[in-house]
């Protein structure tokens, strides 16, 4: 996520922990031992699982708004804490059992299965019969736990077949992160909602002067990029290699055919002795 995101969670939390403080300690009677503080580690929630009524969310979203994509395939990127595995894959685990789901690199789709219990259904990335860094806590995350778990949730990719790879559509893109904010809501707490809303004084997240905090990422980082919607065209460059695209404001009047295409950043070039 960008920094924006990362600077609410920090301002979030910050406010949180006054919030959810306990009673105050009694200090001890005189002659006393001072109790010693401890701390009891259950373990940590695996960001690797995720409720699948979430992705319906997502894929209801992509449905209803389809005319700003109407030719785009949607699919989830995993943006994992740590490398994956070879032999790891993306399932559907729900009382009837474990469904695979192809998995291309980071890359999955995910289907509409009538059967599974959506409330009851999760989805999970597994390595052969287990998962990765698999949850061992038994119980929800606290505070801090769900503060880590909303910054490595998938992120949606809606793509328009037959653009090369540095070239985006706008429609696309916005498409991309409405699909990827209706996921990200029903997992994030409603104070970090209601929070994020009032932060960028605006209850549509997707819509932004340069980009979103959820807009989706290129595969490589870039230095520059032009935006063409027919005769109108415009440059931008960054002083900092970045990946995240644009969604300029709907204020600003580009088209959802408008083309975006971004300039790699070089390679860097190692110090010579």
């Known amino acids: 996520m960008t920094s924006s995101i990362g600077y609410l969670i920090f301002s979030v939390a910050f406010l949180a922990c006054g919030i959810t403080q306990g009673a105050p ?5 005189p002659g006393s031992a ?7 580690v259950k373990g940590v929630r695996s960001p690797a699982r995720w409720p699948y009524r979430a992705f319906l969310n997502g894929l209801d979203i992509f449905d209803d ?18 490398a994956l595995p070879a032999n790891a894959s993306v399932a559907l685990d729900s009382e009837v ?3 695979l789901l192809p998995l291309d690199g980071l890359h999955f789709t995910v289907p509409r299965v009538d059967k599974l219990n959506r409330r009851d259904t999760e989805l999970t990335v597994a390595v052969r019969d287990t998962e990765f860094a698999q949850d061992r806590s038994g119980s929800r995350p606290g505070l801090w736990g769900q503060i880590v778990e909303i910054g ?4 949606a990719e809606v793509r328009t077949p037959g653009l090369p790879e540095h ?3 706008l429609g696309d893109l916005r498409l991309s992160c ?3 904010v209706a996921v990200f809501k029903d997992q994030a707490p409603w104070w970090f909602r209601t929070a994020f809303t009032g932060l960028i ?15 989706p990422r290129a595969a490589q980082a870039f230095v520059a990029l032009s935006m063409r919607d027919g005769e109108r065209e415009q440059r931008f460059t960054y002083p900092e290699p970045r990946d995240q695209l644009p969604l300029p404001s709907t204020k600003l009047k580009w088209s959802d055919d408008t083309q975006i295409t971004i300039e790699p950043a070089l390679p860097a070039v190692p110090p010579t002795n």
């Open 97 to 99: 059992g474990r469904q």
């Open 167 to 169: 070239v985006f559509r």
């Open 152 to 155: 490595n949730f998938p992120q």
């Open 34 to 40: 001072e109790p010693v503080p401890s701390i009891d």
């Open 65 to 82: 708004q389809r005319s700003l994509s109407p030719n785009g395939v949607l699919r989830f990127v995993l943006r994992p804490t740590a």
């Open 178 to 180: 409405m699909v990827t």
């Open 25 to 29: 300690v009694e200090p001890a009677a």
């Open 201 to 215: 004084r605006s209850g549509n997240w997707c819509d932004g002067a340069d980009s979103s905090s959820f807009s």
